[in-house]
């Protein structure tokens, strides 16, 4: 049994960093989550048609182009009026996303209220849509809406269990970083090189073994006898 506990006090004496460092992470992680603003996100879509059959490959790059034309001033400035923002506020609240392989495009709009990202992203894809269609003769392509973006039920952030679980990964690292530094503090073996590991008394106090004091002492016999050689040859 006292094995046991000196097993146990060990492992505390090591690890508590980890043990206080990871509650205290997910506490603050939850924390965060209960005092954070929401957020919400809703998602229109619009699809590029190709005007002559056989165009699909045109029509997917075009919905590469007009994605990252989503959130330029020429289309965000029509959609600011419709959404009740600026256009450098609508910059931040509406993003767009293409597919590599399909002639579709996302518009995600963000807002504290489900129904603010909603009409921030039915603006902006209204937008699009005004913005490529009169070029259609010129790319042969025109963008028609297929969904309109629905009010969100649930905030996308914060989330609780994310959050948590974020924090008690942070407190995991710090507590980690800590306890790795307390035992290269106590590790006589780490010290820094070209600095001597410090010598205690007691290894001061031990006598040299045998072999080490004889010779000391034959040196010290032949160190005489080398000084009386030139005292005996002189006339």
Sequence with gaps: MSELRQSARQLARRWWPVALAVPLGAAA????????????????????????????????????????????????????????????????????????DAPMIEITGTGPAPKEAATAADAVAKALVAFANPSTPETGVKLVPLAAAAAPDRPTSPSAQLDVAVGGAAGLLIGALVMMTRRRDDDPAAAPAGQAAPVTAAAQAVPLPAPAAAGEAAGRARGKEQAAEPAASTP
């Design 29 to 100: 992680g939850a924390g965060y989550a209960t005092v954070a603003h929401p957020v919400y996100a809703a998602n229109a879509y619009v699809v590029v048609v190709p005007q002559t059959p056989g165009e699909g490959a045109n029509a997917v790059n075009f919905a590469q182009a007009y994605g990252r034309l989503a959130g330029q001033p020429q289309v965000l400035a029509p959609a600011a009026a419709a959404s009740g923002h600026t256009t450098s506020e609508l910059s931040e609240l509406v993003h767009g996303t293409t597919s590599p």
